[in-house]
DNA sequence: TTAGGGTTAG
């Protein structure tokens, strides 16, 4: 058969790996193990479906040492560690005893398992043989404890390079940059790997500058470390930097190979430019580069991070049996970014097997399209499900989600979680619970888990600010804003946006317009903020004068702003001038003629606001509805405008007409301009019943202990008539009820609240 | 037949 060996050598793709087997089908060798190793090895090497090797390995009828160890070996290459784990089982009760080469594949599939098979060993007495001694010390090295390996790699007799290698890659992932860098000099001889290996851990210690030293001080490089530097810039967000060294690597004479165009088109899909990955792909045509899986999903990736879905499609169809679990992924990802979660679901459930990163990317998927409620209920089935443990990213998108629906216990739960799973959070992942504690109103838990980090960063103090922003303490942002800079931080854009809010909210003038004028270049939106407070405290005039000086044009948050502020000063002229430059700019937003509307309602103007609404209806405008949420048992309850849905639906409304009656009899009068207008004529008006936040209320009021706060969140801005309904009820109940609306609280109690300008 | 580079999620 020599001249299919031959042909064996030469393989060098796929379809010339089929056309072999076909020929060994032929000669009926395809039962001889000899061809069955051949096969499964190459199957190896040309990363060829599972389900094909698999194929090839079972028509061995009686598979030998050499069969299983390659298909070990293919498995293990997978990265299919249990397939490995199940056929070492099977070798077993084959009766085929497993030699030294085996147990190096099996290590590096087993986890915890290990100790127990390092005694194993030992009893085997493959303690001695150097290559399974190796795999022992660089198992410890992957999967800890570190020191373990570390006291093999000491008791050596002799170390080569490849031990200290093992050793200097050990310490990095798991962290310990100093033990790697002192392993590194002390050292007796470094090689190309050695020096890649330091490259890769400064990369992913995000230390890029060290990276590229130790980079261009390498003496000798090979592709893989080209691709070792090429790759930090991608994965750190350096796309220039990335682009720039690929045309030194081939101004070097090195030719790119997969792994390189990876890189490159990984640094492209963050660019999200369609223009530069048709130029790249044309790159690719013309230097025919061969596609295999990795730069096929890395692919998919770029064309839906530039909005072509079809295109992803296309590739992830080619993929055919060499889709895996990252292509899937990628497929989710690519629908959930467009805001297409239905059939980001359906591939979600459709797919063969899930991992960390399919879960995260549905429940991040949910969590930023205001799925918030969806977010959280596939959360609670990948726990219960109990295959996939939750990481950081997991629990970052959950806590977001619990921090857009105010859900405190939710959140406290979610807590819980990481630390029960022992989940060890990032800067982001801190400030992700700071926000969710704002976001519900505990600046106290807030400012706790604030002071429990070992470092800040800007976003922590930014995130800190905000919430006191929301909650209308201006002394507290200004003097957090203090703090950050006495510890060296320098605001940024948004700090100056949270602490001008946080002023506006408190109606400090002075203080805010210091804070303004110590703005070096103060942009469009720190504008709006400034007209914001000025409007709030009353300076109208000089709110529109500052729009007139403002060296840019103003948004529509301008306009808005100066709006809103007509609006509760129920300047007229003021409001019509910022309305007519709104239905320029955003004649869409219905928000604008609502507002406009509202200001006529107060002020008695029924004419006007039946000639604002008969514009909206023209315009087919309708008034946007928002969800209210009451958290009880576990459970969010969420309610919108006339919501009969709801179980307790029958008594919710037989409470509200409890509640107008004992209005009436507290002597607020049903006349039009009252709150009980609102009440009994909701019904009749146009896509109105009852407003969210009245039957989430009603809800909560229902059951909720008597005298305990009752909150409730509000995706939109409070109703006017609810914020008046919420005050006398407040009185009436003798409750204090805590609204959140989209970025801040009310707080009524005793028949008022604790914003002043805002109905 | 031990050591270095690759795709996906916040």
Request: charged letters at 20%.
């Given at each position: ?27 009926s ?52 560690h ?5 056929l ?94 002192s ?47 090429l ?64 730069v ?110 105010g859900?405190?216990e ?48 800007v ?51 002075e203080?805010?317009?210091?804070v ?61 001038f ?39 209806k ?8 928002g969800?209210?949420y009451?958290?009880?048992d ?120 604790s ?5």
């Amino acid at each position: 058969m020599s001249h299919l060996n031959a042909i064996a050598v030469r393989i060098s793709s796929f379809k010339q790996l089929t056309q072999l087997h076909a020929q060994i089908i032929q000669h009926s060798l395809h039962h001889d193990n000899y061809w069955v190793s051949v096969l499964i090895s190459h199957c190896t090497r040309l990363c060829a479906p599972p389900s094909y090797a698999r194929l090839i390995f079972d028509s061995s009828h009686q598979p030998n040492l050499y069969a299983f160890t390659n298909m070990l070996k293919f498995y293990s290459h997978t990265g299919a560690h249990h397939h490995v784990i199940n056929l070492f089982q099977n070798m077993r009760l084959s009766n085929v005893m497993p030699d030294a080469f085996v147990f190096p594949i099996l290590i590096k599939s087993m986890e915890k398992e290990a100790v127990m098979l390092h005694a194993h060993l030992i009893k085997l007495g493959h303690q001695c043989d150097r290559f399974v001694r190796n795999a022992i010390m660089y198992m410890y090295a992957k999967y800890g404890p570190i020191y373990f390996a570390r006291k093999l790699f000491d008791e050596m007799p002799e170390r080569m390079v490849a031990d200290w290698n093992s050793m200097i890659s050990g310490y990095w992932r798991w962290g310990n940059e100093v033990e790697a860098g002192s392993l590194f000099n002390i050292m007796p001889e470094r090689n190309v790997i050695t020096w890649t290996a330091m490259v890769t851990g400064y990369s992913k210690a995000r230390d890029l500058v060290t990276a590229r030293r130790y980079f261009d001080q390498m003496p000798e490089k090979n592709v893989v470390s080209w691709n070792a530097m090429l790759s930090a810039y991608s994965q750190n967000g350096f796309a220039e930097e990335a682009m720039r060294l690929l045309n030194e690597m081939v101004v070097d004479g090195v030719q790119p190979d997969e792994t390189t165009w990876v890189a490159v088109i990984s640094a492209c899909a963050d660019r999200a430019d369609a223009k530069l990955a048709s130029s790249l792909m044309n790159m690719l045509n013309q230097r025919s580069v061969k596609l295999n899986y990795f730069v096929k999903t890395a692919l998919i990736d770029m064309y839906a991070k530039c909005g072509d879905l079809a295109a992803a499609k296309n590739i992830f169809e080619e993929l055919g049996a060499y889709r895996n679990v990252v292509s899937w992924n990628a497929m989710i990802s690519a629908h959930t970014s467009v805001g297409d979660l239905s059939s980001a679901r359906e591939l979600f459930d459709r797919m063969p097997s899930k991992d960390v990163v399919s879960w995260n990317s549905m429940i991040a998927g949910y969590a930023q399209n205001g799925q918030s409620t969806m977010a959280i209920e596939l959360f609670k089935k990948m726990i219960s499900s109990n295959h996939t443990k939750p990481d950081e990213v997991t629990m970052v998108s959950v806590i977001s989600a619990c921090s857009h629906l105010g859900a405190l216990e939710l959140g406290n739960w979610a807590l819980n979680i990481i630390d029960e799973n022992q989940i060890k959070l990032s800067i982001s992942g801190y400030n992700s619970l700071i926000f969710m504690y704002s976001k519900c109103g505990s600046m106290k838990d807030a400012e706790r888990i604030f002071h429990k980090m070992k470092t800040q960063d800007v976003i922590s103090f930014n995130t800190l600010i905000t919430g006191f922003a929301a909650q209308g303490d201006g002394f507290a942002a200004i003097d957090t804003m203090r703090k950050m800079k006495e510890q060296g931080f320098q605001p940024d854009r948004i700090t100056y946006i949270s602490v001008l809010t946080a002023c506006s909210h408190a109606g400090l003038l002075e203080q805010g317009k210091k804070v303004f004028d110590s703005i070096t270049n103060p942009d469009v939106d720190h504008y709006a903020c400034m007209i914001d407070l000025l409007g709030r405290v009353g300076n109208l005039d000089e709110a529109k004068n500052l729009i007139t000086r403002m060296p840019m044009v103003p948004h529509a948050g301008v306009y808005g702003s100066l709006l809103n502020a007509a609006r509760i000063r129920k300047r007229i002229d003021i409001g019509e001038f910022a309305a007519s430059h709104l239905f320029k700019i955003e004649p869409e937003n219905s928000g604008n003629y609502v507002l406009l509307s509202n200001m006529y309602a107060s002020m008695g103007r029924w004419g006007d606001v039946e000639r604002i609404r008969g514009k909206m209806k023209l315009l087919g405008l309708k008034k946007a509805t928002g969800w209210s949420y009451v958290e009880f048992d576990g459970k969010l309850h969420k309610f919108i405008v006339g919501d009969k849905a709801h179980e307790r639906s029958n008594d919710i409304y037989k409470l509200l007409m409890e509640l107008r009656k004992k209005m009436r009899i507290a002597g607020y009068i049903a006349d039009k301009e009252s709150v009980l207008r609102d009440v009994e004529e909701e019904e009749k008006e146009e896509m109105v019943g009852t407003h969210s936040e009245k039957l989430a209320l009603c809800f909560a009021l229902l059951v909720s202990e008597s005298g305990a706060v009752i909150r409730i969140v509000k995706n939109l801005r409070v109703c006017w008539d609810c914020h008046e309904a919420m005050k006398i009820i407040s009185k009436l109940e003798g409750r204090e009820i805590i609204v959140r609306d989209n970025n801040r609280f009310h707080c009524f109690n005793d028949g008022s609240c604790s914003c002043k300008d805002y109905w």
